[in-house]
Structure formats: C-alpha cells, structure tokens
C-alpha cells in the first residue's frame, strides 16, 4: 500500500529514539533572509542548555564560519563559528586528507580561500594540482576560461557544492552547480563535489564532534541534498517545510525522511 507523506506525528515522535548529537541545515530551517525562523532560537537553546553535540551546515561557500556567526547573532541565534560547518571547510578538509599543502586555483570567494590558506594550500595559475570552484556573486568569463584550460592541462577538478541556483531578493542566481556543468561541457571532465548530498562532508561534521552516525539525527529543507545526505550518511533524518520542499515534494522522491516537521520547532521534545 503506497503511504502518502504527512506532518508526524506527536505519538510517531515519540516512539523515535532520542539523537545523542545534531547536524542541522542553516538556510531553510533556521533562517530565511537574515531572519530567524519559528522555532529556531528555541531549537539552538535546547541544544546548548543539554550541552548537546551540534554542527550547523550549509552548501554555501562564500562567506567564512566567523561570517556567518555574525549573521546568525543578527538573526537572533548564538551560534559561535566552530560549530559551523561549510562546503567550503569540508572542501579544505577533504582537500588535506588528499594533498597536504597543495597548490590549487580557486574561483570562489573568502569563505572557501580562507579554509585552503588555513589548511595550507598555495593559490596559483601556474600548474596548480587542483581547479576548485566556488560560489560567487560574480563569475568571471577570464576565470572561467582559465579554469578549463588548466582542467585540460592535467589539473583535477573540485567543486565544492551541486547547487545549480542560488537564492536572492531578485530570484534565483546560476550557483556553483550551474559554473561546474559549463566546464565540464567544454572539458568532458566531472568535478568531484565535496558538498551536500555527499556523505563526506557529513562524515567529516560527525568527526569533528566526535559524533556516531547511528545516534546523530540531520535536520533539513531539501530532499535532494539535506535528506539524500542524511539517509546515505546513516542518520535520523529530518525534515521541515520552511524551506525549499513542500509535502507534495516528498511524493517525487524514491526515498522518504524518518519524520516531516512543520518548522524546526517541532524537534525541540527530541532533545534530551
């Protein structure tokens, strides 16, 4: 019998073990424009009051953690930056686990070449090992050009998210997705995506607070990345409809979360 989505319910909650630790998406779930979402402060203050393990995640690339610490305070919710984890930091990470002190050249902005100079790396043009592309408000056609050229020479190609578009005041924005697809049409090479929906950047959070798959619960917006990331990582997923995904959403996808929340407050009871 096919089950159609809907909003859990409090006994379906309630028979739900309690996570142990968190991995949360920021856009969508906690904020929306710079605005906190219903729910939000409560969810961060349970956490930290329990002193529960957490790490907030986002595919976004551009700004730094200290960056979006201050955004978040701006919003509403403390949040310091080490519990911040970018596609931008996962892409370094990973990157140093390859190529300790590697040379690269990065189309991107200062949230992803602030990670590779902390984690060692060299920006250059000249023969760099890697071509790593990020998002940014403003591709350059010349950057663009040499990223392709230097893919052909040899260079291995990066991404550090999948996202073809972007949000803005405006509408949506072509995102780093979007960039990886035209490269890869004018050099027959893929990138490796280091973001959401792949499991490394999931992993990497859950080692960084010391956090087991098993007992770790991921709240999200979207079912492409957030969900699809959390069920092949082995986590509780979660997901809320504030963001990207709305009920009927759910129905389009071969795979469906552990439980369906209105907004994020309805996961505060789950912390214990």
Known sequence: MRITPHLSTPDELAALPRPSAWLCDMDGVLVHENLALPGAVEFIAALEDTSTPYLVLTNNSIFTRRDLSVRLRNSGLTIPEEK?????????DFLASQRPGGSA????????????????FVMTETDPEFVI????????FDAITRAIRLIEGGATFIATNPDVTGPSADGALPATGAVAAMITAATDREPY???????????????????????????GDRMDTDMRAGLEAGLQTHLVLTGSTTLADVTTYPFRPIAIHEGIGGLVPLIS
């Not at 911040?84 to 370094?92: G, L, M």
């Not at 592309?133 to 350059?140: F, M, P």
């Not at 995506?193 to 709240?219: W, Y």
Request: charged share 15%; aromatic share 8%; glycine share 10%.
């Open 105 to 120: 050249f990065v189309i991107g902005e200062a949230g992803l070449i602030t990670a590779l100079h902390q984690e060692g």
């Open 193 to 219: 995506f280091v973001g959401k929906p792949n499991p490394i950047m999931i992993r990497a959070g859950l080692n960084r607070i010391d956090a087991h798959s098993e007992t770790t619960a991921f709240v």
């Open 133 to 140: 592309l990020g998002e940014t408000r403003n591709y350059s």
């Open 84 to 92: 911040i984890w970018t596609s931008a930091v996962a892409t370094a």
